[in-house]
């Protein structure tokens, strides 16, 4: 398999921590093997975990003032990928890859698909865009897309939905993520009844046209780039709709997309107990839809996510709705803000597996909230990095990922090969 990163750098960077890293792995067995739990069997499951990489996000992401563009950053889709493999190398948790069209339409996707094959990566789910206007589009997506209330309009958007299926198909890919910016400014600016309706209609006629192994995933969000009302505001609209939908039309939450101290983990409780929680975009805010490297603000929120989640695998294994990272790197380097926020949902769900459920349901049971919260807190307050640092040795990843990657000089030699373009500052997120 072809790799951008010297193999014996990778080697020596793990030979001089080994040592240390087997010897907190063992201790922490010790600790684990005296509430019963055998380190190994989560070992394997730690391993087994994967998050899929926004193609977006390996470029400096930037906010409506500005964007400061990184070294060396990628140029086309085959650059992105060329970076994605060194995410996927380090880490050992990002097998795939999300596309977002038009930003990643390749002339031939079959080039592409072998290209990203020659770095054991394959396509997640597919992200459709109708929330910009594209140079010679007939119709423009001002007023919206899916939901405009121009029928021409509607129709162009739901073709190029269509499209992006058909490209995915050719790609590997098995889902489709529909996220619409529709809404308004103003009260009274737009039909709240109609323009859901003018959705519903739009995205039906989309999942018809979708292949029978396929999912859709519908994208919530409280605001931006509409201030007053958007059409697929929240987690209930978009479980309406995915209801009214079809079977294989889910939802799909991005933890920014809510307002503030929102409760996420109980939205995900709710949407998986009705058979529609489909897929996550994992980031973390404060204030807005930030964009934020996963876990760097609200960690615990993360860690309680993923607690609802193997709550819920333990009734069914087979449950794996799609995750992905959605993130935009301002200030970081891309290709290490995401294998860092890899680990950091790796993280959270090591430390849920952790959970002693029997006890916390008894504690639920028998309403004793103090042992009933402690009992959560003690798994998240395990250190669980020397599981994670054991995965990524045993299946041929760095121990250190960020330290490694700095050690490999691999940003000096693409800042090297792709000269800055002087005229792309702007701003934007991408
Ligand atoms: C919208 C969103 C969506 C993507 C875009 C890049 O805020 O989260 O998932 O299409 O970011
Ligand atoms: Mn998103």
């Not at 391993?47 to 950053?73: I, L, N």
Request: hydrophobic share 35%; glycine share 6%.
């Amino acid at each position: 398999m072809k790799q951008l990163i010297d193999q014996n750098l990778l080697q020596e960077h793990n030979a001089k921590q080994e040592a240390a890293v087997t010897s907190d792995y063992n201790a922490l067995a010790e600790k684990l093997d005296r509430s019963g739990v055998r380190i190994d069997t989560i070992l394997e499951q730690a391993k087994q975990f994967t998050v899929a990489v926004p193609s977006w996000g390996v470029g400096t992401g930037g906010t409506r003032f500005a964007r400061f563009p990184g070294k060396g950053e990628p140029r086309n889709i085959f650059e992105k990928l060329d970076d994605c493999s060194v995410i996927q190398l380090l880490s050992q948790a990002t097998p795939a890859v999300s596309l977002h069209i038009p930003w990643d339409r390749p002339k031939d996707p079959n080039e592409l698909r072998q290209y990203a094959e020659q770095y054991g990566l394959h396509f997640d789910a597919m992200n459709s865009n109708t929330f910009q206007d594209q140079i010679g589009q007939e119709e423009s997506y001002k007023f919206g897309s899916l939901t405009h209330t121009n029928k021409a309009v509607r129709e162009q958007a739901i073709a190029h939905n269509i499209d992006v299926v058909e490209l995915g198909q050719k790609l590997g890919s098995k889902a489709l993520t529909v996220w619409v910016g529709d809404g308004s400014n103003f009260p009274g600016q737009q039909h709240f009844k109609n323009s859901f309706s003018h959705y519903l209609d739009s995205i039906k006629t989309v999942y018809n046209s979708l292949p029978d192994d396929w999912n859709m995933l519908l994208e919530h969000k409280i605001f931006e780039p509409a201030f007053y009302s958007t059409v697929i505001q929240d987690w209930g609209s978009s479980y309406l709709a995915a209801k009214e939908t079809g079977e294989r039309c889910l939802s799909l939450v991005d933890l920014g997309h809510h307002a503030p101290n929102v409760n996420i983990e109980m939205i995900v409780s709710r949407l998986a107990q009705f058979g529609k929680l489909g897929g996550f975009h994992f980031n973390d805010s404060k204030y807005g839809d930030d964009d934020l490297d996963s876990g760097s603000i609200n960690p615990y929120q993360l860690f309680l996510i993923f607690n609802e989640l193997t709550d819920i695998r333990a009734q069914d294994p087979s449950y794996r709705p799609f995750y992905m990272l959605d993130q935009s790197h301002n200030v970081t380097d891309p290709i290490e803000s995401l294998m860092y926020s890899a680990a950091e949902v790796q993280r959270a769900f090591v430390k849920s597996l952790l959970v002693d459920r029997q006890a916390l349901t008894q504690y639920q049971e028998t309403n004793d909230p103090m042992m009933a919260q402690a009992s959560l807190k003690q798994a998240y307050n395990l250190d669980v990095e020397p599981i994670l640092q054991m995965a990524r040795l045993h299946t041929g990843g760095a121990i250190d990922p960020v330290s490694c990657y700095r050690a490999s000089g691999y940003r000096a030699a693409v800042a090297k090969a792709r000269p800055a373009d002087p005229n792309k500052t702007g701003s934007g997120i991408v």
